[in-house]
């Protein structure tokens, strides 16, 4: 069995990550990082740190008792590295300021006007929900899927996403953009459409906004593309979920 | 451990720090503002990219060392000697299919199969049950079939991913004496704890225990693989990537570094292989499925506790070669 301490430094660390997942899940900041339908199992994550955490105190508790019966025999010593090395996730989640995937994730990650992604049967589904209801992802799958694309010009779109501004695009344009994240922020990558709306001044880098207005159906770089002609942008807090699960 | 501590050199590193420091403050007034919030910004990416893989693959390894305890304390040694065969194909085989019985990841397989090894489970067995348990499990089945379909991809990912993990443990069957291949803490000539007179509750709170150490053990390897994996996806643009990535033998090559690249559970992988429909042709997705779950860079960092470093070497090579070919033949013969 290994040292006391090292099993005392086991169960602190057990513990603080059990705190950390606890807090993110708390807070709502586990879907920053991971698809929402993984929740249960960091729930489940959570529930067995802590227990894993209180059988160590139990085990260290029993161990100074034993001690001071008779003299204590053999101990292997555990190597200590192994622990310091754990509380790595830690120092990255208490010292970097928590911020979801953002445009400075594009130099890596790029960012695509296209969906290739999901079965084909979902696009289907998605003529039958108000146009208004549609995110960033339908839109982009629609355009994706269809060939004939004129007949979604005129609809109207309400979409939710952070500003970037592209200088490849035209004057008094901008694009509405979104991560998609189908297993964990690792695998992230961003999806937009062009707006076009007057007043780009008004309006960051970054910030969260939801573009109402309709759709006209351009072509960048040879591909169909659902460009927005915003009648309103407006200011939005960042959505509890601010990636979008496909 | 070095315990000799000469009296000068407190001192000597101090005037180190002090220097360095000055180097720094000197330097960084020279750097323009502008690489501090590129900065700031490439560490924000790395935090979230690094916390999406631990978050990710936490209660998966929690899983698998929970599993590895209970095998300790539940199964002898003759148990596991009953049910596996030491004939080589035939141990191979059973190794392969054993993730029906073990449903794990490959975060999770590999402190189980480092338990099986002390268990005394023949290497061939192990090893094939290494490669094969993280794609040929239930959960994985349900996962592919969610994503593609009870299709073509689901049988390919599946039937290859067995051949690969039985041929590579063939490979290992030659090797007759253990100790050459797995690292010397495994030999499991080592004496063994019984734990048959124990109640059921005692037995509970050592699977636990032993749960703890495992995590820590392995928690370290995959710390420092999501580490590495999160830098490498922070500065190397993965758009590029996927740029170069046409034609069928690039695309094969781009799918497979991305496959390590990535580092994402085998569990869920096939989501976002998903996204690479499309834009990559059959033999390179596939290639994808079959080759990231065997190796990526934190199992890796994993095997390496577990193996010596030669054998680490045949582990990676023979399923990358494998699964090359298997993607550059689809390319080629259509698909």
Redesign the interface.
Known sequence: MPHRLTRSLQGLILLGLCIFFASKAINGQLTWYINARFIPLTLFGILFLAILAQTVFAEVRRSRAEDDEHEHHHEHQHSPIGLWVMLIPLLIGVLIPPRPLDSSAFTSKGLNTNAPLVSAESSAQLFETESEERNILDWLKLFNYNSDVAQFSGQQASVIGFVYFDEALGENQFYVSRFVVSCCAADGFAIAMPVQWNDLTSLEQDSWVQVKGTIEAVVIDDRNVPLIVAESVQEVPVPERPYLFP | MQNTTSPTRPSKNLIIIIAVAVLIITASSMIPATFFSWLA?????F??????????A???L?LGT?ASGLVEVFLDRDQIARWVSKRPVAASVSGSLMGIIFPVCECGVVPLTRRLFKKGLPLSAGISFLLAAPVLNPIVLFSTAS???WADMLFWRFFLSFIIAVTVGLVFSIEKDSSNVLQTVLDSHEHTHSYKDLSVIEKI?QA??I???E???M??YL??G??L??AL???????TL?AIGSGPILSVLVMLTLAVL????ST??S??A??????FSFGSILSFLVFGPMVDIKSVMMYTQVFKRRAVFYIVAIPLMMSMLAGLLFNYLGK
């Open positions: 910004d490439r560490l924000n990416v935090a979230t990219v690094f916390l999406g893989i631990f978050v990710e936490v209660p998966y929690l929970l994503a593609f379909g709170r636990f225990l749960t703890v150490d995590f820590f053990d928690g370290r710390v420092l999501t580490t994996a999160a996806q922070t500065f190397i643009s993965q758009s996927l990535l580092s994402i559970c869920v992988d989501f976002v998903l996204g690479f429909v499309g834009t």
